[in-house]
């Protein structure tokens, strides 16, 4: 059973920092792409950034990009976000998702972890 | 790259059908066939309901059915039930650097 749990999250300041992290289990994690999703308190899903399962490429939404870097640890099947100058827009529930092995769809998420950017 | 464009609710009765639309560009949604629809539960997480436009994962039930016409997709709900009362976000595959774009989102209730 495919499962991804979220952590990390919680109260920062603005321009402040945090790292998420993603443990993977129940599929060849190496061998597939990993992404972050996030969505804002009642508002819809936004696509944050993806990595390959190599980790040689990596994309980003451009909300966020030169901020936030997304990065793999395949030996401990762990994906990770890290999120730098942050800002109350950035204020959200941040998912992990498994992407399919033709990288176009979202197959499986975590349950999400609340990162709130406020003073 | 701009949201897809979903409307914000659709409601029908228990055994009913409904459509949802999601329209996009030619770039996105009129360019692929890399369509993908989500189901999404108050508190949640989001799950996989349509894939390629109008293919079903496994486990997701048939009354769940996706279709492509330029650039909107479609979802139909059929045999409406009480326990398809969520929100749901089409999302597509783009040309643009962006790589994935999301639907507004639209909310099922089932009167």
């Known amino acids: 059973e495919v499962q991804l749990l979220e952590s990390g999250g919680g109260l920062v300041q603005p321009g402040g920092s945090l790292r998420l992290s993603c443990a993977a289990s129940?599929?060849?994690?190496?061998?597939?792409?990993m992404s972050w999703v996030r969505q804002a308190p009642g508002k819809g899903l936004e696509w944050v950034s993806v990595?390959?399962?190599?980790?040689?490429?990596?994309y980003y939404a451009d909300s966020v990009r030169g901020r936030f870097t997304i990065s793999r640890d395949d030996s401990k099947n762990t994906l990770y976000l890290q999120m730098n100058s942050l800002r109350a827009e950035d204020t959200a529930v941040y998912y992990c998702?498994?992407?399919?092995?033709?990288?176009?769809?979202?197959?499986?998420w975590g349950q999400g972890t609340l990162v709130t950017v406020s003073s | 790259q701009s949201a897809l464009t979903q409307p914000a609710s659709v409601s029908g009765s228990p055994g009913q059908s409904i459509t949802i639309s999601c329209t996009g560009t030619?770039?996105?949604?009129?360019?692929?066939?890399?369509v993908s629809w989500y189901q999404q539960h108050p508190g949640k997480a989001p799950k996989l309901m349509i894939y390629?436009?109008?293919n079903r994962p496994s486990g997701v039930s048939n009354r769940f059915s996706g279709s492509k016409s330029g650039n909107t997709a479609s979802l139909t709900i059929s045999g409406l039930q009480a326990e398809d009362e969520a929100d749901y976000y089409c999302?597509?595959?783009?040309?643009?650097?962006?790589?994935?774009?999301f639907g507004t989102g639209t909310k099922v209730t089932v009167l």
């Open positions: 998702a498994k992407v399919t092995s033709n990288w176009n769809y979202f197959d499986y």
């Open positions: 129940g599929f060849a994690f190496s061998n597939y792409a």
């Open positions: 990595i390959s399962g190599s980790g040689g490429s990596t």
């Open positions: 030619s770039s996105d949604v009129g360019g692929y066939n890399y």
């Open positions: 390629g436009v109008s």
């Open positions: 999302s597509s595959y783009t040309s643009s650097s962006t790589l994935y774009v």
